[in-house]
């Protein structure tokens, strides 16, 4: 498996209008209508997932293996976060992420990301129990 090289300061983008399926109340993590923190864990991944995409190779992909978030501010529903992912340490197959979510100019999560390259068919095949 050849893998793709990464530089830090690769970095991408996603945003997110926050609806009531994005809700702490939807997700189960709490009994009040703003963005959920597992809303904003997922928002974190798509963010590191496009970082990556253009330049990840058929058959490489990447999946995470650690997270730490700091949900610092609530986001009522109807207003739109944006998600910045820069990628911060190679080690082999290792790519680490700092991940930065606004609501407008306000700092509402700071999310960690480590995620490990790895063989996609592999992956698929022993998560089912395949040798």
């Not at 910045?84 to 999310?111: M, P, Q, S, W």
């Amino acid at each position: 498996m050849e893998l793709p090289e990464f530089a830090p300061g690769l970095s991408a983008r996603v945003e997110l209008t926050v609806t009531d399926a994005d809700t702490a109340q939807s997700h189960g993590s709490g009994d009040v209508p703003v963005l959920g923190t597992p809303r904003v864990l997922a928002l974190a991944e798509a963010a590191t997932v496009a970082a990556t995409a253009r330049q990840m190779p058929g058959g490489i992909t990447t999946v995470g293996v650690r997270a730490e978030v700091e949900h610092r501010a609530p986001t009522p529903v109807g207003r739109l976060v944006t998600a910045l992912a820069t990628l911060t340490k190679v080690d082999g197959r290792r790519l680490t992420f700092e991940v930065v979510l606004r609501d407008g100019e306000d700092l509402i999560a700071e999310v960690r990301v480590e995620r490990m390259m790895l063989d996609r068919q592999r992956f698929i095949a022993r998560a089912q129990g395949e040798s």
